[in-house]
């Protein structure tokens, strides 16, 4: 084997069997091992079990076992590209039933065995010249930043990336807090054409995130295009010369003017901590700050700590704490609801990274069942049902059913302290909010002597604690905040004048819209990537949105290459119907719902954040851009 460190028999034990076999037919060019009795029955929730007998299971490994010993002796690989019917079994089978049809091409595609419609495709040389001739500017070395980078390298068109901080990596370098980590799985939050077979945990930490992103800027050699600790001011278009001029700050607080002919805004919905508003905050006279600018010089061991909010990020911060501070006080307004992934900590076996480096294609598949089991993923159970009479708690009977069995899990963690099971199972709807990934370290911390769970409203912040509604004034060491971003506030603390000289945020008066959630009227050559309701609740990767995004961006600048047009703009007409209706769709699903409140909906109770269709529908969307979607504004032609 090429790693003594691993034997097959151990690399094969750790193996997601449906994508093994799957990689077997292009290793053996024998479709024979689509065996029906070898098809699996997923259990939702279930890890890596593929309803196939115990028996069965151990013939796969054992012909697998033969097919990869000769395959690492010498033997050719003999199916590198099966044909359209043998690839749509192959396709059936990993997802354990039959696929709709409408779904082939966007899977075939994704699964990317030959190339992908994301990859730029320039290859005439007039476009390409046309390309050479544009400037594009990047804000944000995060992982859009860096995909926008990665993508504009390839088609040869010239960009330069602006980054407040001093690295890249966006919030996987701003983000430090204990116990961060991502909430997707690894082997789908990544680059599509950059899989990592070595990560150490199925839903890595943030070290581990950040290594990546950095990994990836060297590989392509994006530093060079970069213009670290810098930040852009303002942008202006001049419509004179169709070009945007950018007010750049740089570390030393010296100003710079650059101009482009286009704009991409990478800096993400969640980059901007949102303080809660409470009488007396600024009054607290010890150490308090927001998770996502965690203090390490402030030493949490034996301290008296309180922590306001129950978010994501509180939800893996607390456990990470606990054990260690004298006593921890949790305020909660409203719980959060919990799906149980028992594996969210654990460790990728080193023989399932053995087989992802080792076996060809077992890494497509393996990522490929990953993305169809989350690409409708637990949809329909957020779905709400019009016709619905029940409780409030759900939207919808599969909604109520996938409530019993989330409320059934935490409960079931509590039976030991049936004091907190009021206090710990919501009653809105699942999915009315973002969903946590728990493995049990939450309620096991809820649960520890030193922890208490606070549910009385907050009313003020003395100089030395926290008082509540029912008169009680926790007294406190440190204060963390655990509340969230500013995620309706696009855009914010950038300047940007359109045509005419108007301003975006005025335009927008609170209410951000956008077509696709990438561009606006009035604001041509202009691109936001993870913009107004891009913002995925239940399904899939926010990687995969950002794909499809960067490729529609770059298929605008080759549509503006093509045409010879020196600006684009969407028509308010595609603009408005779009967003009619997003708001309208969004309203049937269990986000939308009138009894919920979360930061989805901005101040107006408008969804501005959440994508309301599949990920089918932003892929089928973003494929190219429509040129009758925009208005395409000609060069002047030269003065006789």
């Known amino acids: 084997m090429a790693d003594d460190l691993v034997t097959l028999d151990e690399a094969l034990a750790a193996a997601h069997l449906p994508a093994l076999v799957a990689a077997m037919v292009h290793m053996t060019g024998d479709a024979g091992w689509l065996r029906p009795e070898w098809t699996p029955t997923y259990t939702p929730l279930a890890r890596n079990d593929p309803g196939i007998s115990e028996s069965e299971q151990a013939k796969i490994r054992e012909a697998a076992k033969a097919a990869i010993t000769a395959y690492l002796a010498g033997e050719p690989m003999k199916?590198?590209?099966?044909?359209?019917?043998l690839l749509r079994r192959m396709m059936d089978y990993v997802?354990?039933?039959?696929?709709?049809?409408?779904?082939?091409?966007?899977?075939?595609?994704?699964?990317?065995?030959?190339?992908s419609s994301k990859d730029p495709h320039f290859e005439q040389p007039r476009l390409k010249e046309a390309a050479r001739k544009l400037k594009v500017l990047v804000i944000g070395a995060g992982m859009s930043g860096l995909l926008t980078g990665i993508r504009l390298s390839q088609a040869g068109i010239p960009f330069e990336i602006v980054e407040s901080n001093p690295d890249v990596g966006g919030t996987w370098l701003v983000n430090t807090y204990p116990g961060c980590r991502v909430d997707n799985a690894n082997?789908?939050?990544?680059?599509?054409?950059e899989p990592n077979h070595a990560w150490p945990q199925h839903f890595s930490p943030q070290p581990e995130l950040l290594k990546y992103f950095r990994g990836v800027a060297d590989k392509h050699d994006l530093k060079k295009h970069i213009r670290f600790e810098t930040t852009v001011e303002s942008l202006t278009w001049d419509e004179d010369r169709a070009v945007w001029r950018a007010q750049l700050i740089g570390k030393d607080g010296g100003r710079e003017t650059v101009e482009a002919n286009a704009v991409v805004t990478a800096v993400g919905q969640l980059n901007r901590p949102r303080l809660p508003d409470i009488e007396g905050r600024d009054s607290f006279q010890g150490p308090a700050f927001h998770s996502a600018q965690w203090r390490h010089d402030v030493d949490l061991t034996g301290k008296r700590v309180a922590v306001i909010g129950t978010g994501a990020s509180a939800f893996q911060f607390v456990p990470e704490i606990a054990p260690k501070v004298a006593q921890l006080k949790v305020f909660q307004r409203t719980p959060p609801w919990g799906l149980p992934v028992p594996h969210y900590h654990e460790d990728v076996p080193e023989g399932m990274k053995w087989l992802l480096e080792h076996v060809p294609y077992y890494d497509k598949w393996y990522r490929f069942w990953l993305f169809w089991m989350t690409t409708e993923g637990f949809l329909p159970m957020v779905k709400s049902d019009p016709d619905w009479t029940g409780p409030t708690t759900a939207v919808g009977e599969a909604n109520a059913a996938l409530r019993e069995m989330a409320a059934s899990a935490l409960a079931a963690q509590v039976q030991d302290r049936p004091d907190l099971l009021p206090h710990v199972v919501p009653t809105y709807p699942v999915g009315g909010k973002r969903a946590v990934l728990d493995n049990g370290v939450w309620l096991g911390a809820l649960k520890r002597p030193n922890v208490e769970l606070v549910t009385e409203r907050i009313t003020r912040i003395t100089p030395t604690g926290v008082v509540t509604a029912d008169g009680v004034e926790h007294e406190v060491d440190v204060i963390l905040y655990g509340t969230g971003f500013q995620a309706s506030r696009f855009l914010s603390g950038l300047s940007v004048k359109g045509r005419g000289g108007r301003d975006l945020h005025e335009a927008w008066a609170g209410d951000a819209r956008a077509y696709l959630g990438m561009t606006t009227p009035g604001f041509p050559n202009f691109f936001i990537i993870y913009g107004p309701n891009t913002n995925i609740v239940v399904n899939g990767s926010i990687i995969f949105f950002s794909e499809c995004a960067v490729r529609y961006i770059v298929g605008a600048l080759k549509l503006m290459a093509e045409t010879g047009a020196r600006a684009m703009e969407v028509k308010r007409d595609v603009h408005d119907a779009f967003n009619i209706r997003v708001d309208e769709a969004n309203?049937?699903?269990?986000?939308?719902?009138?009894?919920?409140?979360?930061w989805y909906k901005n101040e107006f109770g408008r969804v501005s954040q959440n994508w309301p269709f599949g990920l089918i529908d932003y892929w089928r969307a973003t494929l190219a851009p429509n040129p009758d979607d925009f208005v395409l504004e000609k060069q002047a032609e030269p003065v006789a």
């Open 79 to 85: 199916l590198a590209t099966p044909d359209q019917p």
């Open 95 to 115: 997802g354990g039933a039959p696929i709709p049809e409408r779904y082939a091409d966007f899977l075939i595609d994704e699964l990317a065995l030959s190339g």
């Open 587 to 598: 309203k049937g699903w269990a986000w939308g719902s009138p009894n919920v409140t979360s």
């Open 187 to 193: 082997h789908m939050y990544s680059y599509s054409f």
